[in-house]
């Protein structure tokens, strides 16, 4: 089973299989299943259960049901991981890696270590993410799977760029030649090379550069069907227009990101267009509905209390309140961004809280001295 394919292979999948599904088009609706899985997840998981009653009555050997089986519960545990069901989705994929025939299917195992890491990041746990993606990558090689270990290497250098973007930088060359990249890339490996590409451009203040990575990794993400992705990525390059105090465009982006979120549900994808959004109408002065936009996003992301988008959030927040001279609710919030599990090994957050904090405690002194002074002054004037 191939980890992506292109939307014109989807739309040769539906004309193959139009009207009902029969028994000698299982494996034909199970790529198809796998292939909607983020293109259109509540049609997948509608295949999902075709499927499984395919199966209960199909005379193929118990093995090869197991096999189909597993790929199912892999499609089934994406459709929780998006909706940020964790435990969930986590629960169904370490129930994959302790069935007995997982190893016959290599791919399916690279597939649910990926989607294990994928989890644990959410749930900020870097050390374990970063373990899971790697065991991904040792089984798509030995099933020489070139697609999936490339797609796995970028989206770990992804996952980990904004921790140390150096680093990742270094693991991210040792896996791709990116002087002389080959001419050929398949979309989907290429999204996720030019969306870690953009981003470490942007950390590194190549602002241009990163935007149109960005862009065309944007438009892969939707030709290989990885629209989660791609609403992140649309989301960024807003974020670089913000920075660059070209409101427009980056509002232009941000609600791109948020149109293509919204008929989803999926909440992780919805709370950052909300947050992105709302920190650009707190650049743009705009405090009250900034601050409407972000406790929002704040309602999204409730089930994610641990990931970098939640912490993001709540900076944002901080940094309302420090516009608003709420200097006792910016420390408060600042200290707390420091100590949340999405901030922790987040080289950028830490260095935002840490900030925050001193311009807020700065602040405080400034505005208790001046109080100091102002009745100082009363009182000599009394007299």
């Not at 660059?244 to 979120?261: I, R, T, V």
């Not at 080289?347 to 807020?360: I, K, V």
């Amino acid at each position: 089973m191939d980890l992506y394919v292109t939307d014109s292979e989807v739309a040769q999948l539906e004309r193959r299989l139009t009207g009902t599904v029969t028994q000698e088009q299982l494996d034909e609706a199970l790529k198809l299943a796998w292939h909607l899985r983020q293109r259109n997840s509540a049609r997948a998981l509608l295949l999902c259960e075709t499927i499984s009653n395919l199966l209960n009555n199909s005379s193929r050997s118990d093995t090869d049901k197991a096999l189909v089986y597993l790929r199912l519960q892999l499609i089934r545990a994406e459709e929780k991981w998006l909706h940020a069901d964790l435990d969930g989705a986590a629960a169904i994929v370490q129930a994959i890696l302790r069935h007995p025939d997982i190893h016959l299917d290599r791919a399916s195992l690279s597939d649910a270590h990926r989607m294990l890491g994928f989890i644990f990041s959410d749930q900020g746990k870097h050390v374990e993410c970063d373990i899971e993606m790697a065991i991904s990558i040792d089984e798509a090689s030995k099933a020489d799977d070139i697609l999936r270990k490339q797609s796995t290497a970028a989206a770990l250098a992804r996952v980990a760029v904004l921790r140390d973007d150096k680093l990742a930088k270094s693991y991210f060359d040792r896996h791709f030649e990116s002087r002389n990249p080959p001419r050929e890339i398949h979309p989907g490996l290429a999204a996720l090379m030019n969306d870690f590409l953009g981003l470490y451009a942007g950390l590194n203040g190549q602002v241009d550069e990163s935007g149109v990575f960005l862009k065309k990794a944007y438009e892969q993400c939707l030709e290989s069907g990885q629209i989660r992705r791609g609403i992140l990525t649309a989301a960024n390059i807003g974020y670089n227009y913000s920075n660059a105090n070209d409101f427009e465009s980056a509002l232009e982006w941000l609600q791109k990101a948020l149109k293509l979120a919204k008929p989803t549900g999926w909440s992780p994808s919805i709370g950052n267009c909300l947050m992105q959004i709302g920190d650009t109408l707190r650049r743009m002065g705009s405090l009250d509905a900034a601050e409407h936009m972000l406790h929002e996003a704040l309602e999204q992301l409730a089930k994610l209390t641990n990931s970098r988008n939640y912490a993001l959030t709540i900076s944002v927040l901080a940094d309302v309140a420090l516009d608003r001279r709420d200097y006792h609710l910016a420390l408060n919030l600042f200290t707390q961004l420091s100590m949340l599990p999405g901030a922790q090994e987040q080289a950028d957050l830490q260095e935002t809280a840490s900030h925050g904090q001193a311009r807020a405690q700065a602040k405080l002194k400034t505005t208790t001295r001046e109080a100091t002074t102002s009745k100082t002054a009363a009182l000599v004037a009394k007299r």
